[in-house]
């Protein structure tokens, strides 16, 4: 009985200095981030397919990426905040997970929403390596 008014006064203690609601966020933080990221290193299982990151590309991505990648799409200029230019040395130096990510949430106070929950693990990864080939042909060109 002794060792339970222990733990309640413990536990009190915890609520009161906010201690326990830091805990919890961090176990959560540390489970999201779990889950985010094993499902994305699952997806690396599989080679992305190139021809059908092309494909989805050109119907959800070019109007404002531009054909070549370059952030000058059709819809570009009218744009406040503009697309990136994936010919740029900063899109190409960003690792494959920041562009996975990017692809997924999107970014925040810009038009390019996060294609999660409308574009499947693998179609997000064929598209990211259909704009890895984009940028390796600009660095060519």
Same mark, same amino acid.
């Given at each position: 009985?002794? +060792?339970?008014?222990? /733990?309640?006064?413990?536990?009190?203690?915890?609520?009161?200095?906010?201690? %326990?609601?830091?805990?919890?966020?961090?176990?959560?933080?540390?489970?999201?981030?779990?889950?985010?990221? +094993? +499902?994305?290193?699952?997806?690396?299982?599989?080679?992305?397919?190139?021809?059908?990151?092309?494909?989805?590309?050109?119907? &959800?991505?070019?109007?404002?990426? /531009?054909?070549? /990648?370059?952030?000058?799409?059709?819809?570009?200029?009218? %744009? *406040?905040?503009?697309?990136?230019?994936?010919?740029?040395?900063?899109?190409?130096?960003?690792?494959?997970?920041?562009? %996975?990510? *990017?692809?997924?949430?999107?970014?925040?106070?810009?038009?390019?929403?996060?294609?999660?929950?409308?574009?499947?693990?693998?179609?997000? %990864?064929?598209?990211?390596?259909?704009? &890895?080939?984009?940028?390796?042909?600009?660095? *060519?060109?």
């Amino acid at each position: 009985m002794l +060792s339970n008014a222990r /733990g309640s006064q413990a536990e009190e203690q915890a609520l009161r200095t906010g201690a %326990l609601p830091i805990k919890i966020f961090y176990v959560l933080a540390t489970l999201a981030t779990t889950a985010v990221f +094993s +499902s994305w290193v699952a997806a690396q299982n599989e080679m992305p397919n190139v021809i059908r990151g092309e494909a989805i590309y050109q119907e &959800r991505c070019l109007r404002c990426h /531009g054909v070549t /990648g370059d952030g000058k799409g059709p819809d570009s200029k009218s %744009l *406040i905040v503009p697309p990136a230019n994936f010919q740029s040395a900063q899109s190409q130096l960003k690792p494959e997970w920041e562009m %996975l990510s *990017i692809i997924s949430h999107g970014i925040i106070f810009s038009p390019m929403h996060g294609w999660q929950g409308r574009l499947s693990e693998e179609e997000m %990864l064929d598209v990211l390596s259909y704009v &890895r080939k984009l940028s390796a042909v600009g660095r *060519i060109t």
